[in-house]
């Protein structure tokens, strides 16, 4: 698009493209569920305009990884139905997409969820014996394909983090700067963060700088997603 069009034009363009790509993806993996159509059309609306795609507008990461989710979730689930070499393919593809539209922290997401969703459907069937070895073979087999159809974002792309983190780049690595403790303090942060007020004045945050955190761990925190966060952990 950026060939044909102007800047804006494309920019416009493609915006619309991944929401209604996530939009519609939505509702065919929803209607794939039993739930009722008005059901499946208000969950595709609340995912294409979710808080993520709109805060990070500008920052094309989140939208043009997880605009593809819905539909690597669907191929997953047709797969695992049915282990035709097509569905693999598609599966494959869906996953491609997705992961080159991201970034390396957006396509982990993608990775886990993947992950989730296979053990998930494992456990809800229980296969066993062959049908069991032909649904991990060909999720296997699947990853594979996507690997080499995104070999040509990823190998720049993990060469670069282990770059930037051998010349000390704070935030390069888990566990920032060396401060192994950080991963295991966290946890409090994200406690407190419910409360911004106990971590301490807002220029100086001394408490959260204890527990080796600072703005960037409590920016995007608030009261209620906080509490919901914990909630949904039981």
Request: glycine letters at 8%; proline letters at 5%.
């Amino acid at each position: 698009l950026y060939r044909v069009f102007g800047f804006w034009e494309a920019w416009h363009a493609t915006l619309l493209l991944q929401l209604g790509i996530a939009g519609i993806g939505m509702f065919v993996f929803l209607r794939s569920r039993p739930l009722s159509p008005p059901i499946c059309l208000a969950g595709a609306i609340a995912y294409a305009g979710n808080s993520q795609f709109v805060i990070w507008m500008y920052y094309r990461s989140a939208l043009g990884c997880f605009c593809w989710a819905p539909w690597v979730l669907w191929s997953l689930d047709r797969m695992n139905n049915g282990s035709r070499p097509v569905r693999a393919v598609a599966f494959a593809a869906f996953t491609a997409l997705a992961l080159l539209g991201g970034n390396l922290q957006y396509d982990a997401f993608i990775v886990l969820a993947i992950l989730c969703f296979a053990w998930g459907c494992y456990l809800r069937d229980k296969p066993k014996g062959r049908i069991a070895l032909e649904r991990a073979a060909l999720l296997l087999a699947s990853l594979a394909f996507t690997t080499i159809l995104t070999a040509v974002m990823f190998v720049p792309c993990v060469r670069g983090f282990f770059d930037t983190a051998a010349v000390g780049n704070n935030r390069a690595m888990p566990g920032y700067g060396g401060e192994h403790l950080q991963p295991l303090l966290h946890p409090v942060i994200s406690i407190l963060s419910a409360f911004p007020t106990a971590l301490g004045g807002v220029r100086s945050l001394d408490l959260a700088k204890l527990f080796k955190g600072d703005y960037f761990d409590v920016v995007y925190f608030g009261f209620l997603p906080v509490i919901v966060a914990f909630v949904c952990l039981f």
